[in-house]
């Protein structure tokens, strides 16, 4: 459904038209973009050899940080960073450190480090666990339980039992059976690095701003989106009165 809130309005020449491939069929040269998909969604990759790595971020704080930015066009990135604090993975995950985020909505490019949400339990048969809710962002599950059951039978560190997947339904659940005598953390720090319990994540906000590729940050993004829906907003009240008499 808020998909659609990315073409709404497209019928009232709220954006350019262009001819199609073949010249058969007009298409939109951009869409009028209700909210700011580009943050929310991300992207990965341009067109033509260009290169872009934008990670996604939450709806409800993207949109706090749009209106923000109205209210105060001249406020300084620690502004939005209180409202839009990082990126929100679909997967999850612990970003560690704030600097690289700092960096990234800055210049447009930056480098963090993401790890898994971890808990060291014991359950009702008293077997000790390390318990995974939450991995890093575009890491595959299937090679993640793969390799840490490597490091297992390669007996690479002592203490790991067994590893399984207990996903289902509720959510994500990767489980690490340890013996008594094992150090957790020793055995989560050697997974840290050994796997992709822990990757880092290198922001490239490289995007076509005025049909030009460039680094940018967020706050630029953040006005070059408020400046287009000025613009949608204003063709659309021309339609509208047009249309009206």
Avoid at 82 to 96: K, S
């Amino acid at each position: 459904q808020i998909a659609m809130e990315m073409l709404r309005d497209i019928d009232k020449d709220t954006v350019e038209m262009a001819y199609n491939f073949d010249d058969s069929l007009l298409e939109p040269t951009v869409l009028p973009a209700r909210f700011p998909n580009l943050l929310v969604n991300g992207a990965k990759g341009i067109a033509a050899g260009f290169a872009t790595e934008i990670p996604p971020h939450n709806l409800s704080e993207v949109i706090e940080g749009v209106i923000t930015r109205i209210k105060s066009p001249n406020c300084r990135l620690e502004t939005i960073l209180d409202v839009i604090p990082g990126p929100d993975f679909p997967t999850g995950g612990i970003i560690m450190g704030r600097q690289g985020i700092i960096d990234a909505y800055t210049t447009g490019k930056g480098k963090i480090m993401i790890r898994s949400k971890c808990d060291v339990i014991t359950n009702s048969d008293k077997q000790r666990q390390i318990v995974i809710t939450q991995i890093p962002y575009e890491v595959v599950k299937i090679y993640l339980v793969k390799r840490i059951d490597e490091v297992r039978f390669n007996k690479e560190i002592w203490g790991i039992e067994e590893v399984r997947d207990e996903s289902d339904k509720d959510g994500l659940k990767i489980v690490i059976d340890i013996t008594d005598e094992a150090n957790a953390e020793l055995i989560l720090n050697y997974l840290y690095k050994n796997t992709d319990l822990q990757v880092s994540y290198n922001f490239n906000v490289v995007t076509i701003d005025n049909r030009t590729p460039r680094l940018t940050g967020i706050l630029d993004i953040l006005d070059s989106y408020i400046d287009h829906q000025k613009d949608v907003v204003l063709r659309r009240s021309k339609y509208d009165y047009n249309k009206c008499w």
